[in-house]
Each structure stands twice: as structure tokens, then as C-alpha cells.
């Protein structure tokens, strides 16, 4: 069933594309970008007192981290593009 649904979309990718589909500054900045925030949430985490702090100072943080794995997923799929619902 997964091959039927997802086989004429990478059957469509098949044409080879000519130099690199991302460049690779770019998806070293992203994977610095989501270390830095995974490392300042680990270090925020590990100073909170109670719930209540812990709730309001690591929220945000939490976000940054999300938003940074999901510039990474993107990056990912621009790599491998056509392989689309295999990736996700």
C-alpha cells in the first residue's frame, strides 16, 4: 500500500539534477542554529527551581528548539527532494 501511494512521486524524482540541491553552508548554519538551542535548553533546564519556573522560563526555549528541528526537517526534504511523504 505505502509503495502505491508514494511510488509515481519518487518514480517522478527519477531525472538526476546537476550540482548540489542545497548548498552546504546552509545546512551547516541549521544544524549549528538547532545545537545552539538544544545546548541552551540543556543549560536553562538545568538551573530551574520548581514547575512554575520551569514552565515559564523553558517554554520559549523549547519553541526556539522546534522551530530549529523543523529548519533542519526542511533542509532535509530540499535535499531529498521527491521522496516527500518517505520522509515525513
Known sequence: RIWNDVGPEIKASD???E????PPEDLKQVCKYLQGTVTKFSASASVVA????????????AEEVI???TMLVG???RIN????YSLS
Not at 550540482?19 to 542545497?22: A, N, R, S, V, Y
Not at 520548581?50 to 523553558?58: G, H, K, P
Not at 527532494?81 to 516527500?84: L, Q
Open 81 to 84: 527532494s521527491g521522496a516527500g
Open 15 to 17: 531525472a538526476l539534477k
Open 67 to 69: 522551530k530549529a528541528y
Open 50 to 61: 520548581d514547575v512554575e519556573e520551569a514552565q515559564r522560563s523553558l517554554t520559549p526555549i
Open 19 to 22: 550540482g548540489p540541491l542545497l
Open 75 to 77: 533542509n532535509l526534504l
